[in-house]
């Protein structure tokens, strides 16, 4: 299981905020963790959060969590055109993914029965 600082952090290292060896700034960890309370209020609307807002997020989950937040995040950092794309990229496909891994498959009441 994942925390939100985690994928807070992941989020913040997409957006490029965070450099090697350093942790990132208060300001842009605040910034980041609003964005986490937005994407989480919009999943529990659509029935994808099937965890707490204060997390642990499922481990499946959490990457395509922090895509959406570093999304977020591209209107208020300027990133360059390439982080851009990697970001619109992991973003574009994240709640699909999300959908996808919360939704428990459809099992029958009667037994199958093979012809």
């Keep these: 299981m994942a925390t939100t600082v985690e994928v807070r952090d992941d989020a913040l290292k997409l957006l490029g905020l965070i450099p090697v060896g350093q942790a990132a700034q208060d300001q842009d960890r605040v ?11 919009d999943l529990l609307s ?3 959060a099937t965890w707490i807002s204060a997390g642990p ?3 499946e989950v959490a990457p395509h969590v922090a895509a959406l937040m570093a999304w977020q995040g591209t ?4 990133v360059s055109p390439a982080r851009y794309q990697r970001i619109a990229a992991k973003a574009s496909v994240a709640r699909r993914e999300i959908r996808r891994l919360v939704r428990p498959r459809y099992e029958g009441l ?3 029965t093979d012809f």
């Design 31 to 41: 910034e980041v963790e609003s964005y986490y309370t937005r994407i989480y209020a």
């Design 46 to 48: 659509g029935g994808l």
């Design 57 to 59: 997020l499922p481990d």
């Design 75 to 78: 209107e208020t950092y300027g």
């Design 110 to 112: 009667t037994d199958q």
